[in-house]
């Protein structure tokens, strides 16, 4: 078994501590990648946070947002006792007032029991937050334990991975290829089976600032010591884009025609894998042909990068052996962006990246991360009545997930019925995803009973809740965690608990409890453990037990899968879709109502799309700049975090400042006819000429939490300016990284 490589139990006593060995994930915040920790305890209190150096990734290294893990758990606003508030003192957050856990529990079971039996446990909605562990809980807590199949992640469009992850599953039949950074192995890059990347093309992505999904930021550092290299798509000059022999700076939401000369020059200069295309890849006649209404010099006046550039980096990837593709949300936030991820699922194929050594890896395992639950709906066809099916079938069949914005048209109508509870499992959908804000704020206040479990109260909270339960951190619980929630799954890490903090509790010891009380015969588990090992890991054959002792475990990992009968169901060779290759020609997507091929969109308001519009909203802004402190809404209320990054900042070229009379350090307001927020100027060089760059999830833990000042929110939420309902023809991707707006002094 290729279990982790350590010298120590995973408890043990140095210096008057009790030291933990543990990996982080759940609150506060990374994906789920598994950073490797040693904390340090002494007489029941973390005192301070190492890295793990023996950790087969990341050797030691660790983001400063797991290093303030102290400050987080131990930081005063935190609540660590359930509370409640009478639903008529919503917005008063003054008015909660501690509870016992029964007390909550019974609230809870009682409102779900009235809710079904008056309504349909369908009027019961599970509010999913991003990328966290909670988030893998969803769609167990709403259809396993409240039999709702209506799970909601608040973003238009769900605009954060579900587009990339539907696009992988129609054209490549897979879940989303990673880059290989060698997370497969017990010893990493040493492993002689592995090759490090000749080129990484990243695309739309900041990885050392995310820590996305299934990686380590840290890794592309590690590849760029050994010789990789890189080209970069972003409108930002970022880290990755300084080290890049390439740097391409398109339009935001211009990246589709981007994509598709890259192919028109790697194809038309025959700089493919000749082979590869032959025996793998379906439609390519055609595809060959759709390419052609793209030349480079096409796509460099709508994108606005230079047509030699356009040349050079295609050719560049192409030659570069092997190659590897990494793409980031720019292709989820944009309407155009499921044919952007086909273009770049071609360029992988096409190149020869999938899944060789150094390539783009496929999952080999899959342990039902963010997919579970479903089966347990009683009866089962209750999966078909997700709400937004109807006008979004592709969107909702393929995530099975309800519709973001078919959500907020029931809350607001009550038709076809109406929804009653709503349970937010660590989603601060105000601060945080949600397009129309204050509208999502005043629908989700329709419903007649919210329970919120998070760490601390936040503006979703404060304005929407009535229930209170506190979760614990990684660092307070057991638990695993597993690239890319399972689905790619390389690399499975122990979380072991090391304190204890008030009451908090587990996401996993709330819902067994509330399993036991509403559908008993599906929940016999007495410890979180006991429900992991069985529903989680066994049947990859390990335990928690053992991913403690080891650390954690590396996927048996081979390469060429497909050439090998390992990605079928039906053991033949080939691929999970319906001609067994990868469509370049997608039968499924022609099949859900869209082109079966790429073709390039314009963003709903854009300069060439609404001139009108562009002439009172000149600038292109894209949301959702990353930091090095935050994930998503969190942490701004830890000193350490909020001391490195105090503000929230709009980067703005210099040219376009001085044009709008802005100096670097002021206030500024960003407006379109939607809304307005207010940040910080940052001047920045780096940053494209007449497109801005704002952060995203925004709220001041310091001011008054209740309504209508709710910590700021809604003066800092760059979603103030996001439509309803702009998304693409299948119903993914919302325009967050390419809207329109004006600038001004504050
Ligand atoms: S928005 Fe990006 S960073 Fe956030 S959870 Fe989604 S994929 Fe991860």
């Known amino acids: 078994m290729p279990f982790g490589k350590v010298s120590t139990p995973v408890q043990w006593e140095e210096d008057g501590y009790t030291v933990t060995r543990t990996n982080s994930w759940s609150a506060p915040g990374d994906h789920p990648t598994g950073a490797g920790m040693k904390l340090y305890v002494k007489d029941g209190i973390l005192e301070k946070v190492e890295g793990d150096p023996e950790h087969s990734i990341l050797k030691g290294a660790l983001p400063i947002r797991m290093l303030s893990l102290p400050e987080y758990v131990y930081n005063p606003d935190r609540v660590i006792y359930p509370m409640k508030r009478d639903p008529k003192k919503r917005g008063d957050n003054t008015a909660w007032e501690r509870?016992?856990?029964?007390?909550?529990?019974?609230?809870?079971?009682?409102?779900?029991?009235?809710?079904?039996?008056?309504?349909?446990?369908?009027?019961?909605?599970?509010?999913?937050?991003?990328?966290?562990?909670?988030?893998?809980?969803?769609?167990?807590?709403?259809?396993?334990?409240?039999n709702s199949p209506n799970i909601c992640y608040m973003q238009s469009g769900w605009s954060c991975y579900g587009p990339r992850m539907a696009v992988t599953s129609y054209v490549l039949g897979a879940p989303y290829p990673e880059v290989d950074y060698a997370a497969q192995f017990p010893d990493s890059y040493d492993?002689?089976?592995?090759?490090?990347?000749?080129?990484?093309?990243l695309w739309g992505k900041e990885p050392l600032k995310s820590n996305p999904d299934g990686f380590w930021g840290h890794s592309l550092v590690d590849m760029m010591k050994k010789g990789t290299k890189f080209i970069t798509v972003d409108p930002r000059l970022t880290f990755e884009a300084a080290n890049s022999e390439f740097w391409l700076q398109p339009r935001p939401g211009t990246d589709t025609a981007l994509a598709m000369a890259f192919l028109n020059v790697i194809i038309n200069e025959e700089l493919y894998d000749y082979d590869f295309v032959e025996n793998w890849t379906f439609g390519f006649e055609e595809f060959t042909k759709r390419i052609q209404d793209m030349p480079p010099a096409k796509a460099a006046e709508i994108c606005g990068v230079p047509e030699e550039k356009i040349i050079g980096a295609a050719r560049f990837f192409a030659k570069s052996k092997p190659g590897a593709v990494q793409w980031g949300l720019a292709i989820d936030q944009n309407p155009n962006g499921v044919q952007l991820g086909e273009c770049l699922i071609a360029i992988m194929a096409i190149c020869g990246c999938i899944d060789v050594p150094g390539g783009n890896v496929m999952g080999a395992i899959d342990i039902g991360g963010l997919g579970s639950g479903y089966s347990d709906l009683d009866p089962q066809d209750k999966i078909n009545e997700q709400i937004g099916v109807d006008e979004f079938p592709a969107l909702v069949r393929t995530l099975q997930f309800t519709d973001p914005d078919s959500v907020l048209d029931q809350l607001e109508s009550g038709a076809p019925f109406k929804l009653k509870m709503g349970f937010f499992t660590s989603a601060n959908a105000i601060a945080n995803p949600c397009n129309v804000p204050k509208r999502w704020e005043n629908a989700l206040n329709t419903l007649e009973f919210n329970v919120a479990t998070d760490i601390f109260i936040n503006p979703t909270i404060s304005a929407t809740c009535d229930l209170f339960l506190p979760v614990n951190t990684y660092a307070e619980r057991d638990m695993y965690v597993a690239t890319h929630y399972g689905a790619v799954g390389l690399w499975i890490g122990g979380i072991k608990k090391a304190i204890t903090v008030g009451e908090a509790k587990s996401d996993v010891e709330i819902l067994r409890t509330l399993g036991k009380k509403l559908r008993p015969e599906l929940w016999q588990y007495d410890t979180d453990v006991e429900y992991i090992n069985d529903q989680k890991l066994k049947t990859l054959g390990i335990t928690m037990e053992e991913l403690w002792e080891h650390g954690w475990w590396h996927v048996d990992y081979e390469y060429q899968k497909y050439a090998k009968g390992k990605l079928r169901a039906d053991g033949l060779p080939g691929f999970m879709t319906p001609t067994g290759k990868i469509e370049l020609y997608s039968t499924m997507i022609e099949a859900w109502g869209d082109d079966p091929m790429p073709y390039y969109k314009e963003p709903p308001t854009s300069p060439v799309s609404t001139p009108e519009y562009a002439a009172e909203y000149p600038l292109v802004l894209s949301t959702g700049a990353r930091t090095w402190s935050y994930f998503h809404s969190e942490g701004r209320m830890v000193p350490k975090l909020r001391e490195v990054e105090p503000n929230p900042l709009v980067d703005i070229n210099p040219k376009d400042a001085k044009k709008y009379g802005i100096i670097d350090g002021d206030w500024v307001w960003?407006?379109?006819?939607?809304?307005?927020?207010?940040?910080?100027?940052?001047?920045?060089?780096?940053?494209?000429?007449?497109?801005?760059?704002?952060?995203?999830?925004?709220?001041?833990?310091?001011?008054?939490?209740?309504?209508p000042e709710l910590f700021g929110v809604y003066e800092v939420n760059v979603n103030n300016l996001t439509p309803y309902k702009t998304v693409g023809v299948l119903g993914f991707g919302a325009p967050y990284k390419c809207l329109m707006c004006k600038i001004y002094k504050a």
Request: glycine letters at 10%; a neutral charge; aromatic letters at 14%.
């Open 191 to 201: 492993d002689p089976r592995y090759t490090y990347p000749g080129c990484i093309l």
């Open 670 to 707: 960003l407006e379109n006819s939607y809304g307005k927020c207010k940040m910080k100027a940052s001047v920045q060089p780096g940053q494209k000429e007449g497109a801005l760059a704002a952060q995203h999830g925004w709220w001041y833990p310091e001011r008054d939490a209740s309504a």
């Open 99 to 146: 509870i016992s856990w029964d007390e909550a529990y019974d609230m809870i079971v009682g409102k779900v029991k009235e809710y079904t039996e008056k309504f349909n446990s369908n009027s019961i909605i599970t509010f999913v937050g991003t990328g966290r562990e909670a988030g893998n809980w969803g769609p167990t807590i709403s259809c396993r334990v409240f």
